[in-house]
């Protein structure tokens, strides 16, 4: 499941971010904001983490997943500040480069309801630490919830 997000969110943002980053393309004036390239690291980063934990418990070392879980939460809860502040801070930008207000709101609406259902999946994850069901379950919502992003924008394009 995680390398199936992390392709989500590779195809999804390759025409306009990842793709132009590794062919040296211009990008577009806020996808070279250097708050983007750190959100799109924290998150990938993110991905990089489920993978591990799922091969740690696939591996039968749940000592390790159990001992690196609190600190990739706070990864995690840390990223998705970073996320909100991204967002905020780029829909910011556009209204200083002459967009309009309610353009911007409507921009920053979605990273900012993404970052939000990631802090809670996460959240309940944590909560639910001691029923791996339903732990696993949350984190691959947690997960989903901006690897979807990814999705939307490779079938709207």
């Known amino acids: 499941m995680p390398v ?24 577009d004036v806020g996808s070279s ?33 159990r001992r690196f879980g609190p600190l990739f939460a706070t990864y995690g809860y840390g990223a998705a500040a970073i996320g909100a502040f991204a967002g905020l801070q780029l829909a910011a930008f556009r209204v200083t480069r002459g967009g309009a207000l309610d353009e911007a709101a409507i921009f920053v609406a979605a990273p900012l309801l993404d970052m939000l259902m990631f802090a809670s999946f996460l959240t309940a994850a944590i909560i639910y630490r001691r029923r791996s069901e339903i732990h696993r379950t949350l984190m691959v919502f947690a997960a989903y919830s901006f690897a979807f992003i990814g999705l939307v924008r490779f079938l709207v394009r």
């Open 4 to 27: 199936l997000m992390l392709a989500m969110a590779l195809i999804g943002f390759w025409p306009q971010y990842y793709g132009r980053l590794l062919t040296g393309a211009a990008l």
């Open 33 to 65: 904001h250097f708050l983007v390239h750190i959100h799109s690291s924290l998150f990938l980063g993110w991905l990089a983490i489920l993978f591990a934990q799922a091969w740690f418990v696939r591996a039968g070392r749940i000592d390790l997943h």
